[in-house]
């Protein structure tokens, strides 16, 4: 059984930072890309970023330059580094997997598998 645990969340104030982890068990990284999405109080499901096989990352405008993903297959985690944290930034945060490709599954949620339980990211200003 395939599970995704997400954690990391928390609150900062404006231009803090955060790393969000999500481990997985019954999973591995290598057998297809990752990505982390979030969602915020009456807005719709938002690609944040994701993660090719091959290191190949994506982003969504709204976070470049100030998110990074990483992953260690080795540990089987996922990573989300948030810097410069804008109060925009506020959302549940979640992890999933796998994507056929990081570019497509960010704009594609539904064609993700398997998402863990969700992280909360307060932002305040």
């Known amino acids: 059984q395939v599970q995704l645990v997400e954690s990391g969340g928390g609150s900062v104030q404006t231009g803090g930072s955060l790393r969000l982890s999500c481990a997985a068990s019954?999973?591995?990284?290598?057998?297809?890309?990752m990505g982390w999405f979030r969602q915020a109080p009456g807005k719709e499901l938002e690609g944040v970023a994701a993660?090719?096989?091959?290191?190949?990352?994506s982003y969504a405008d709204s976070v470049k330059g100030r998110f990074t993903i990483s992953k260690d297959n080795g540990k089987n985690t996922l990573y989300l580094q948030m810097n410069s944290l804008k109060p925009e930034d506020t959302a549940i945060y979640y992890c999933?997997?796998?994507?056929?490709?990081?570019?497509?599954?960010?704009?594609?949620?539904?064609?993700?598998?398997?998402w863990g339980q969700g992280t909360q990211v307060t932002v305040s200003s």
């Open positions: 993660i090719d096989t091959d290191g190949s990352t």
């Open positions: 019954g999973y591995t990284y290598s057998s297809g890309c």
């Open positions: 999933a997997g796998p994507c056929w490709s990081a570019a497509y599954g960010l704009g594609k949620p539904s064609s993700f598998d398997y």
